[in-house]
Nanobody, 124 residues
Framework: QVQLVESGGGLVQPGGSLRLSCAAS????????MGWFRQAPGKEREFVAA????????DYADSVKGRFTLSRDSAKNTMYLQMTSLKPEDTAVYYC?????????????????WGQGTQVTVSS
């Protein structure tokens, strides 16, 4: 069992930056594949980025490639999403997810655990 808590969301102007954090409880953090997803009002939850157990491999949605960077710190049981050059279309609730099987899928199915989400609003 693992609990995920997101933080770092907020209101930012277009072109600005934010860093989201996902803190995980439990001693098995190293064994989990992790991912970030987002959901805008009236839209389905969509893949943003995912990272392997070791942190050595990452995958990004085309819409965020070159702007977002995903990393994890096993010593702190925390995953980070550095977001730069933010656009209004990045506005959404951002969720982190963990897969106990160690996979890191670019889709919602397959993830066992989800956080409650953190709101990111990009607006002038």
């Amino acid at each position: 069992q693992v609990q995920l808590v997101e933080s770092g969301g907020g209101l930012v102007q277009p072109g600005g930056s934010l860093r989201l954090s996902c803190a995980a409880s439990g001693r098995t953090f190293r064994g989990y594949g992790m991912g970030w997803f987002r959901q805008a009002p009236g839209k389905e939850r969509e893949f943003v980025a995912a990272i392997s157990r070791s942190g050595g491999n990452t995958d990004y949605a085309d819409s965020v490639k070159g702007r977002f960077t995903l990393s994890r710190d096993s010593a702190k049981n925390t995953m980070y999403l550095q977001m730069t050059s933010l656009k209004p279309e990045d506005t959404a609730v951002y969720y982190c997810a963990a897969d106990s099987g160690g996979s890191w899928y670019p889709r919602t199915a397959g993830y066992d655990y989800w956080g409650q989400g953190t709101q990111v609003t990009v607006s002038s």
